[in-house]
């Protein structure tokens, strides 16, 4: 098994957005390298041949893994629908991506203020082109929060150099989750 593999219904139903993400990133998930391993160790048990394809199918998974760094979980796109103040859609080479803010909540539908919050975060996105990092890529986030959440990528965007989840702090439209920001977001001051 490699290190940090997870195995069974943990990985199979993270494995949608696993692969949408790969797909963002073109890089391979620990779930699709533990798959390629499996893989590996099934042709592997064939005749000679067999065995030297099942070497070359987990190296090449191996090296795809040992390319991958931090710059792995950035990606972009434009902005093309926002559910609430904190959570939004981009288009992001042709895939449709939701994301969610870390460190910081908004009213949720049906709550107060969520109507105004979804406007405040229209305002600063829709129709732009944002910059994000998922968790684990050098957030505020990260050893906080996890890098993904019901379909979601949790990331820290940016419009340009601004931070979109401190704008929404600094509006009143959102509110620090020291939970998950470790307070990062607790004042409007960076």
């Not at 620990?30 to 798959?35: N, T």
């Not at 009143?172 to 989750?177: E, P, R, T």
Request: aromatic share 6%; net charge positive.
């Amino acid at each position: 098994m490699l290190p940090g593999h997870r195995s069974g219904p943990r990985c199979k139903e993270g494995a949608r957005l696993t692969y949408r993400a790969a797909a963002l990133t073109g890089r391979l998930s620990a779930c699709s390298i533990a798959l390629a391993f499996r893989l590996s160790l099934s042709i592997g048990r064939g005749p000679a041949p067999m065995h030297i394809l099942g070497i070359v199918a987990l190296g090449a998974a191996l090296g795809l893994s040992a390319t991958a760094s931090a710059s792995d979980l950035f990606f972009s796109g434009r902005v093309t629908k926002v559910a609430d103040g904190d959570t939004f859609t981009i288009d992001s080479d042709g895939h449709s991506v939701r994301v969610r803010f870390c460190g910081v909540d908004s009213p949720e539908r049906r709550q107060p203020g969520y109507a105004e919050a979804s406007q405040a975060l229209g305002r600063l996105t829709e129709g732009m082109v944002v910059r994000c990092v998922q968790v684990g890529g050098g957030t505020p986030c990260d050893g906080h929060s996890r890098a993904t959440n019901r379909d979601r990528i949790v990331a820290q965007c940016f419009v340009g150099e601004r931070d979109i989840a401190m704008e929404m702090i600094c509006s009143g439209n959102a509110k620090d989750w020291p939970k998950f920001s470790g307070g990062y977001y607790a004042t409007c001051d960076r």
